[in-house]
């Protein structure tokens, strides 16, 4: 790949993450908190506000996006690695449903299954 065509992709990623719906936090979660209480009496416990953790979480959802764009346009891959590539970002999917319920919307929740 050229460097012109390198920065137009970089170009064109950095434009799409931008252009990502951030979910809202449900309003029960506002100002929480969430709490880490290590195991060890030794170690200490860690807070981290839940507004941060969201933000993370969303970051990872829509990673995952770009990740499904870039492989579903590839033309280096075949299409059955295509489908197994689809197949472990739809277990991620899977995986963060664990954290549906600090969603306001049910439009921005996670599916494992489309």
């Known amino acids: 790949m050229e460097e012109k065509e390198l920065k137009a ?5 950095v434009e799409e993450m931008h252009s990502q719906h951030s979910a809202e936090l449900a309003d029960k979660w506002e100002g929480g908190s969430i ?12 807070e981290m ?4 953790l969201m ?14 764009q870039q492989i579903n346009s590839s033309g280096s891959l075949s299409n059955g690695e295509k489908l197994k590539f689809q197949g472990y970002i739809t ?3 899977g995986a963060l449903t664990s954290f549906n319920f600090l969603f306001y919307d049910d439009a921005d929740k996670f599916r494992s299954k489309k």
């Not at 992709?9 to 990623?13: D, E, V």
């Not at 290590?38 to 416990?45: A, I, L, R, V």
């Not at 506000?49 to 941060?52: F, G, T, Y």
């Not at 993370?56 to 770009?66: E, H, N, T």
């Open 35 to 46: 709490f880490f209480i290590p195991g060890e009496n030794s170690t200490k416990e860690h």
């Open 55 to 68: 933000h993370k979480i969303i970051m990872v959802r829509d990673y995952l996006r770009v990740l499904e």
């Open 91 to 93: 277990r991620c999917y």
């Open 9 to 13: 992709l970089a170009r064109a990623i």
């Open 49 to 52: 506000p839940i507004d941060k």
